[in-house]
Antibody, heavy 118, light 111 residues
Protein backbone atom coordinates (compact mmCIF):
# COMPACT_ATOMS: atom_id res chain seq x y z
CA UNK A 1 0.00 0.00 0.00
CA UNK A 2 1.07 3.57 -0.61
CA UNK A 3 2.85 5.15 2.34
CA UNK A 4 4.39 8.57 2.84
CA UNK A 5 6.26 9.11 6.10
CA UNK A 6 7.65 12.53 6.95
CA UNK A 7 10.40 13.24 9.45
CA UNK A 8 12.84 15.96 10.38
CA UNK A 9 10.57 18.52 12.00
CA UNK A 10 11.41 20.24 15.26
CA UNK A 11 12.00 23.51 17.03
CA UNK A 12 14.44 25.94 15.42
CA UNK A 13 15.36 29.56 16.04
CA UNK A 14 14.57 32.27 13.49
CA UNK A 15 17.24 32.32 10.82
CA UNK A 16 17.95 28.63 11.33
CA UNK A 17 17.66 25.66 9.01
CA UNK A 18 16.00 22.24 8.89
CA UNK A 19 15.77 19.43 6.38
CA UNK A 20 12.52 17.53 6.12
CA UNK A 21 12.34 14.05 4.61
CA UNK A 22 9.45 12.06 3.21
CA UNK A 23 10.00 8.34 2.70
CA UNK A 24 7.78 6.95 -0.03
CA UNK A 25 6.80 3.32 -0.53
CA UNK A 26 4.15 1.19 -2.21
CA UNK A 27 4.24 2.94 -5.57
CA UNK A 28 6.60 3.85 -8.39
CA UNK A 29 8.20 6.98 -6.97
CA UNK A 30 9.60 8.12 -10.32
CA UNK A 31 6.13 8.20 -11.88
CA UNK A 32 4.71 10.94 -9.69
CA UNK A 33 5.25 14.64 -9.15
CA UNK A 34 5.61 15.25 -5.42
CA UNK A 35 4.62 18.30 -3.37
CA UNK A 36 5.10 19.80 0.07
CA UNK A 37 2.02 21.47 1.56
CA UNK A 38 1.97 23.17 4.96
CA UNK A 39 -0.66 24.19 7.46
CA UNK A 40 -0.02 26.80 10.13
CA UNK A 41 -1.80 26.22 13.45
CA UNK A 42 -5.51 26.91 13.03
CA UNK A 43 -5.07 27.97 9.41
CA UNK A 44 -5.74 26.57 5.95
CA UNK A 45 -3.53 24.54 3.67
CA UNK A 46 -0.76 26.34 1.80
CA UNK A 47 1.12 24.89 -1.13
CA UNK A 48 4.91 25.16 -0.65
CA UNK A 49 6.73 23.48 -3.54
CA UNK A 50 6.75 20.65 -6.03
CA UNK A 51 9.29 18.64 -7.98
CA UNK A 52 8.40 16.86 -11.19
CA UNK A 53 8.31 13.09 -11.40
CA UNK A 54 11.67 13.00 -13.17
CA UNK A 55 13.26 15.77 -11.08
CA UNK A 56 13.52 17.97 -14.16
CA UNK A 57 11.79 21.01 -12.66
CA UNK A 58 10.92 22.42 -9.27
CA UNK A 59 8.63 25.27 -8.33
CA UNK A 60 8.02 27.25 -5.18
CA UNK A 61 5.46 29.47 -3.55
CA UNK A 62 6.59 33.09 -3.43
CA UNK A 63 6.60 32.92 0.39
CA UNK A 64 9.47 30.38 0.39
CA UNK A 65 11.27 31.08 -2.90
CA UNK A 66 14.99 31.52 -2.36
CA UNK A 67 14.87 30.00 1.14
CA UNK A 68 13.54 26.46 0.57
CA UNK A 69 14.78 23.77 -1.81
CA UNK A 70 12.82 20.69 -2.80
CA UNK A 71 14.61 17.61 -4.10
CA UNK A 72 14.16 13.88 -4.48
CA UNK A 73 16.48 10.88 -4.20
CA UNK A 74 15.12 8.28 -6.59
CA UNK A 75 17.57 5.63 -5.39
CA UNK A 76 16.12 5.84 -1.88
CA UNK A 77 12.54 6.95 -2.74
CA UNK A 78 12.84 9.98 -0.48
CA UNK A 79 11.52 13.50 -0.99
CA UNK A 80 13.32 16.34 0.79
CA UNK A 81 12.63 19.92 1.74
CA UNK A 82 15.69 21.89 2.76
CA UNK A 83 14.54 24.97 4.67
CA UNK A 84 16.85 27.85 5.52
CA UNK A 85 16.49 31.38 6.88
CA UNK A 86 13.42 30.22 8.74
CA UNK A 87 10.89 32.74 10.02
CA UNK A 88 8.10 32.64 12.57
CA UNK A 89 5.54 32.44 9.79
CA UNK A 90 7.09 29.17 8.62
CA UNK A 91 5.75 27.50 11.77
CA UNK A 92 3.40 24.79 10.48
CA UNK A 93 2.69 21.14 10.00
CA UNK A 94 4.43 20.11 6.79
CA UNK A 95 2.87 17.39 4.65
CA UNK A 96 4.29 15.62 1.65
CA UNK A 97 1.74 14.53 -0.89
CA UNK A 98 1.63 12.57 -4.12
CA UNK A 99 0.19 14.21 -7.22
CA UNK A 100 -1.55 11.76 -9.54
CA UNK A 101 -2.94 14.31 -12.00
CA UNK A 102 -2.93 18.10 -11.90
CA UNK A 103 -3.42 18.76 -8.16
CA UNK A 104 -5.07 15.41 -7.55
CA UNK A 105 -3.30 14.86 -4.21
CA UNK A 106 -4.38 11.30 -3.57
CA UNK A 107 -2.00 10.31 -0.77
CA UNK A 108 -0.67 12.38 2.13
CA UNK A 109 1.81 11.71 4.87
CA UNK A 110 0.94 12.22 8.53
CA UNK A 111 2.91 15.46 8.64
CA UNK A 112 5.92 16.74 10.55
CA UNK A 113 5.74 19.82 12.75
CA UNK A 114 8.14 22.71 12.34
CA UNK A 115 8.18 25.38 15.03
CA UNK A 116 10.25 28.51 14.54
CA UNK A 117 10.64 30.03 17.98
CA UNK A 118 13.15 32.22 19.69
CA UNK B 1 -5.08 35.44 2.93
CA UNK B 2 -5.82 32.34 0.87
CA UNK B 3 -5.90 32.48 -2.91
CA UNK B 4 -9.34 30.85 -3.13
CA UNK B 5 -12.28 32.06 -1.03
CA UNK B 6 -14.42 29.68 1.01
CA UNK B 7 -17.02 30.37 3.70
CA UNK B 8 -15.61 29.88 7.19
CA UNK B 9 -18.38 27.48 8.20
CA UNK B 10 -21.55 25.75 7.10
CA UNK B 11 -23.89 23.52 9.05
CA UNK B 12 -26.75 21.12 8.53
CA UNK B 13 -28.79 18.45 10.25
CA UNK B 14 -28.27 14.75 9.59
CA UNK B 15 -29.81 13.80 6.26
CA UNK B 16 -29.75 17.34 4.89
CA UNK B 17 -27.51 18.67 2.13
CA UNK B 18 -24.85 21.32 2.46
CA UNK B 19 -22.91 23.09 -0.28
CA UNK B 20 -19.51 24.72 0.10
CA UNK B 21 -18.41 27.33 -2.43
CA UNK B 22 -14.87 28.01 -3.57
CA UNK B 23 -14.36 31.24 -5.48
CA UNK B 24 -11.24 31.94 -7.50
CA UNK B 25 -10.43 33.86 -10.63
CA UNK B 26 -10.14 33.28 -14.35
CA UNK B 27 -6.49 32.38 -13.72
CA UNK B 28 -7.24 29.34 -11.56
CA UNK B 29 -10.73 27.90 -10.96
CA UNK B 30 -12.19 29.55 -14.05
CA UNK B 31 -9.34 28.55 -16.33
CA UNK B 32 -8.89 24.85 -15.61
CA UNK B 33 -11.01 21.82 -14.77
CA UNK B 34 -8.48 20.84 -12.12
CA UNK B 35 -10.33 21.57 -8.91
CA UNK B 36 -10.00 19.14 -6.03
CA UNK B 37 -11.51 18.96 -2.56
CA UNK B 38 -10.03 17.61 0.69
CA UNK B 39 -11.65 16.50 3.91
CA UNK B 40 -9.64 16.92 7.10
CA UNK B 41 -10.63 15.69 10.52
CA UNK B 42 -8.95 17.32 13.55
CA UNK B 43 -5.35 16.24 13.97
CA UNK B 44 -5.40 14.21 10.76
CA UNK B 45 -3.94 14.64 7.28
CA UNK B 46 -6.19 15.84 4.45
CA UNK B 47 -7.99 13.22 2.40
CA UNK B 48 -9.04 13.61 -1.25
CA UNK B 49 -12.81 13.48 -1.82
CA UNK B 50 -13.20 15.11 -5.27
CA UNK B 51 -10.78 15.71 -8.15
CA UNK B 52 -11.06 17.17 -11.67
CA UNK B 53 -14.07 19.23 -10.47
CA UNK B 54 -16.52 16.35 -10.12
CA UNK B 55 -14.76 12.96 -10.04
CA UNK B 56 -14.81 10.82 -6.91
CA UNK B 57 -11.88 8.59 -5.95
CA UNK B 58 -12.77 4.99 -5.24
CA UNK B 59 -14.01 4.56 -1.70
CA UNK B 60 -15.52 8.03 -1.38
CA UNK B 61 -19.30 7.85 -0.83
CA UNK B 62 -21.49 9.10 -3.67
CA UNK B 63 -23.11 11.63 -1.34
CA UNK B 64 -20.06 13.79 -2.11
CA UNK B 65 -20.33 15.65 -5.43
CA UNK B 66 -18.55 18.53 -7.09
CA UNK B 67 -19.35 21.10 -9.74
CA UNK B 68 -18.10 24.34 -11.22
CA UNK B 69 -19.60 27.44 -12.77
CA UNK B 70 -17.33 30.18 -14.00
CA UNK B 71 -14.82 31.08 -11.30
CA UNK B 72 -16.68 29.25 -8.52
CA UNK B 73 -16.46 25.57 -7.69
CA UNK B 74 -18.78 23.84 -5.24
CA UNK B 75 -18.77 20.74 -3.07
CA UNK B 76 -22.13 19.29 -2.05
CA UNK B 77 -22.58 16.74 0.68
CA UNK B 78 -25.98 15.08 0.42
CA UNK B 79 -27.54 13.02 3.17
CA UNK B 80 -25.23 14.56 5.76
CA UNK B 81 -23.84 12.12 8.33
CA UNK B 82 -22.13 12.68 11.66
CA UNK B 83 -18.79 11.48 10.29
CA UNK B 84 -18.90 14.23 7.64
CA UNK B 85 -18.19 16.83 10.33
CA UNK B 86 -14.72 18.06 9.34
CA UNK B 87 -12.85 20.84 7.56
CA UNK B 88 -13.06 20.92 3.77
CA UNK B 89 -10.55 22.69 1.54
CA UNK B 90 -10.65 23.34 -2.18
CA UNK B 91 -7.61 23.39 -4.42
CA UNK B 92 -7.06 24.45 -8.01
CA UNK B 93 -4.28 24.32 -10.54
CA UNK B 94 -3.33 27.95 -11.10
CA UNK B 95 -1.14 27.97 -14.19
CA UNK B 96 2.59 28.14 -14.69
CA UNK B 97 3.16 31.17 -12.47
CA UNK B 98 1.29 30.41 -9.26
CA UNK B 99 0.93 26.66 -9.88
CA UNK B 100 -1.32 25.60 -6.96
CA UNK B 101 -3.95 27.54 -5.00
CA UNK B 102 -5.79 26.41 -1.90
CA UNK B 103 -8.87 27.81 -0.22
CA UNK B 104 -8.87 28.78 3.42
CA UNK B 105 -11.05 25.85 4.46
CA UNK B 106 -14.66 25.48 5.58
CA UNK B 107 -15.76 23.83 8.79
CA UNK B 108 -18.80 21.63 8.30
CA UNK B 109 -20.84 21.11 11.46
CA UNK B 110 -23.49 18.41 11.72
CA UNK B 111 -26.15 19.73 14.08
Amino acid sequence: QVQLVESGGGVVQPGGALRLSCAASGFTFTSHTMHWVRQAPGKGLEWVAFVRYDGSDEYYADSVKGRFTISRDTSKNILYLQMSRLRGEDTAMYYCTRDSSWTMFDYWGQGTLVTVYS
Amino acid sequence: QSALTQPRSVSGSPGQSVTISCTGTNSDVGAYNYVSWYQQHPGKAPQLVIYDVSKRPSGVPDRFSGSKSGNTASLTISGLQAEDEADYSCCSYAGTSTHVAFGGGTKVTVL
